[in-house]
């Protein structure tokens, strides 16, 4: 949508100051536009767990090189694309000359070191969510993406489906009028109280040193590898981050959100090593857009692990749903999950005319990627839109680890009067791994 495009040129222009900071090996040539019936050379990294289904995504393409710190996924793999050079450190199959785009799939901590590197090689990435470990790597791997012109895609997959357009469509029309509230709430929970104290064999398979990447060394552990990461603050951010990105999408695109200026959050005593079982996290985004069209302040609310917005508790004022999105306008409410969404009350609503479906329908989301690789041209979720994203994600967490209100500067990524945020907003990566 135009007010879309307008707020991405404005976060990118912001966004300069920062640029002046980051290395380049050299002004990058612009990637040459393609056939569609040419297929792209692509190299994996990570192949397990969302590696998998990033590979399904992906498999139209050929896949010239797999790279995964665990030989018994990329085994698998490779039985897949016996063709396909196997590689254990990403570093090493970025010294490729014959790659055009890189997918990956590795867990958080890893996401900026081998997307940075990739797209100073010149090569185009697609990268799961959330895009970084933390403030700083996100917001450098948007600014790289722009300086070298890469296409770039973030793995928010339900983004490219027709239930979120339809939802967009009916928000942006006005149908429930000025939306200024919106509450999201997820039931997973993704957690720990505490970090494993005992060493553990490390597994034949895995090059540990190389999983851990950047990270601060520790011994291996098998509630770290291969999905347990998610819970310990050094390799993952819990729930938020994890599934942030996925249900907030839809708020920040039907609302044309970009960088909330104040953040607080509640949940369990806050340990310095594990994330929450629950969390409650307000943002409060201030109002936006051109003169004349200027859209309204929103508070948005975020909610896991059991927790729900506690006004509409009552018994049938909402769908006995699982997750959700919950809009509330001026006119009414509209409430959405993944595949279904419904207008509120119901019986309001029985007659309404709805608009016509103008956004158009998404070839999936790795094929809009792929199709926007060849022609140069924006995709969806490139990290212009998902890196404010992955930052409004990270920066609930930064305001339950605080335990105080965030008001947020975020053009500069400073947290303001909180001097002892920036050990969270950024941390110094392990020698031989910084870029």
């Not at 917001?139 to 490219?160: D, F, L, P, S």
């Not at 975020?410 to 001097?419: F, P, V």
């Amino acid at each position: 949508m135009p007010s879309s495009e307008l707020s991405r040129r404005r976060f990118l222009q912001s966004s300069a100051a920062l640029a002046a900071a980051l290395p380049l090996a050299g002004c990058q040539t612009p990637t040459r536009r393609r056939s569609p019936n040419e297929r792209l050379h692509l190299g994996v990294i990570g192949v397990a767990n969302r590696g998998t289904a990033n590979l399904n995504g992906v498999a139209s393409e050929t896949i010239v090189a797999l790279c995964d710190v665990d030989s018994r996924h990329l085994g698998q793999a490779a039985a897949r694309f016996p063709d396909a050079a196997q590689y254990h450190d990403f570093r090493r199959m970025l010294e490729r000359t014959d790659l055009d785009a890189v997918v990956i799939s590795t867990p958080d901590h890893t996401h900026a070191v081998a997307a940075l590197a990739a797209m100073d090689a010149g090569l185009d990435v697609y990268c799961e969510k959330p895009l970084a470990h933390n403030l700083e790597e996100v917001r450098r791997m948007t600014v790289m993406a722009r300086r070298k012109r890469r296409i770039t895609q973030m793995g928010i997959q339900i983004h490219a489906g027709e239930n979120y357009r339809r939802v967009v469509e009916k928000i942006q029309s006005g149908l429930i009028g000025r939306v200024e509230e919106c509450h999201v709430w997820v039931g997973k929970s993704w957690w720990a109280d505490h970090r494993p104290e005992e060493a553990q064999a490390i597994p034949d398979s895995l090059h540990w040193d190389l999983w851990l990447g950047p990270a601060p060394a520790c011994d291996y552990h098998a509630a770290y590898h291969p999905a347990g990461w998610r819970r310990y603050w050094e390799f993952g951010g819990g729930t938020l981050a994890d599934m942030g990105c996925h249900h907030m999408d839809l708020a920040h695109w039907a609302l044309d959100l970009e960088h909330p200026a104040e953040i607080e959050a509640e949940g369990p005593p806050v340990h310095p090593e594990g994330a929450p079982q629950w969390q409650i996290v307000h943002y409060r985004y201030p109002s936006r857009g051109p003169l004349g069209r200027r859209l309204p302040a929103v508070q948005l609310h975020w909610y896991h692990g059991g927790k729900r917005p506690p006004q509409f508790q009552e018994e049938g004022l909402l769908p006995s749903w699982g997750d959700g999105v919950l809009f509330i306008g001026s006119k009414g409410m509209l409430l959405s999950d993944y595949g279904r969404h419904v207008l509120l009350p119901e019986e309001k609503f029985q007659d309404v005319t709805v608009p016509e479906p103008y956004l158009a329908s998404s070839p999936g989301h790795h094929q809009e990627w792929i199709q926007a690789c060849k022609s140069r041209e924006k995709s969806s979720c490139d990290f212009s839109y998902s890196g404010p994203l992955s930052e409004a994600a990270l920066l609930g967490n930064l305001a339950y680890r605080m335990e105080s209100k965030i008001d947020w500067n975020w053009r500069h990524q400073k947290a303001g009067g909180l001097s002892e945020a920036e050990a969270l907003i950024s941390r110094q990566a392990r020698p031989g791994w910084q870029f």
